[in-house]
């Protein structure tokens, strides 16, 4: 079974440029997650979708972030403008369905510095 | 509001040494916890859960005990092997919300020969 699939793996760009990461989940799951992991922190939940529906944005810097679950399969994530505080590796992940004991799977996740 | 602390790290064993890292939470109601592992140049992946009071989650001769009483979730195991070197991460998801988790900052193990 193939696993989570995100790219890019690095980026690079500078500040005030704008940056897209592609993910796509495990076939068949519902649920997918994006998380932002800043160097020496556990990652922490950007948005999370069911299909294609938006379940919780809350923590989603929404005046320079924005990502989209169009067909409810795979989804992208962007960044515009960029700021030096957004380096860090940002992280798809995907689970069956939606419930607070399901297990999540990750992907490798997209490390982006911003200069 | 909900969250996790786990140990400081880096943790330097040598092979065969115990392991424990603690980890405790905060939460409203009865959180599921984890823990998650990043070995290097790969993703995090789940090596155990426990989804209620007192169950014990156990992988690859890892194992944690959901206490309650002292909001715990420590990750032990007996005799670490060099192979066990990554990145801990102790995790929780509120039974109230959405499945999403809540991470702590990580701990480092690194295991010498």
């Known amino acids: 079974e193939a696993g989570v699939a995100q790219s890019p793996r690095y980026k690079i760009i500078e500040k005030r440029q704008s940056v897209a990461f592609w993910c796509n989940p495990i076939?068949?799951?519902?649920?997918l997650y994006w998380y932002q992991q800043i160097l020496g922190q556990g990652p922490k939940l950007l948005i999370q979708?069911?299909?294609?529906?938006?379940?919780?944005d809350s923590q989603l810097p929404k005046d320079r972030f924005s990502a989209e679950r169009l067909k409810g399969v795979d989804s992208t994530l962007k960044i515009q403008p960029a700021k030096l505080e957004d380096s860090a590796v940002y992280l798809c992940?995907?689970?069956?369905?939606?419930?607070?004991?399901?297990?999540?799977?990750f992907g490798p996740g997209t490390r982006l510095t911003v200069l | 509001g909900n969250s996790v602390t786990q140990m400081e790290g880096p943790v330097t064993l040598s092979e065969e040494a115990f392991l424990t890292i603690n980890c405790t939470y905060t939460?409203?109601?009865?959180?599921?916890l984890f823990w998650y592992v990043q070995y290097p140049g790969e993703g995090l992946q789940l090596l155990l859960k426990?989804?209620?009071?007192?169950d014990k989650g156990s992988n690859k001769g890892f194992e944690a005990t959901y206490r309650k009483e002292t909001t715990s979730f420590h990750l032990e195991k007996g005799s670490v092997q060099v192979s066990d070197s990554a990145v801990y991460f102790c995790?929780?998801?509120?039974?109230?919300?959405?499945?999403?988790?809540?991470f702590g900052k990580g701990t480092k193990l690194s295991v010498k020969p």
């Open positions: 992940a995907s689970s069956l369905e939606l419930a607070g004991n399901n297990e999540q799977f």
């Open positions: 076939s068949g799951h519902a649920t």
């Open positions: 979708f069911q299909n294609n529906g938006v379940v919780d």
């Open positions: 939460a409203t109601g009865y959180p599921s």
């Open positions: 426990a989804t209620k009071a007192d």
């Open positions: 995790a929780l998801s509120d039974r109230g919300s959405q499945g999403n988790l809540i």
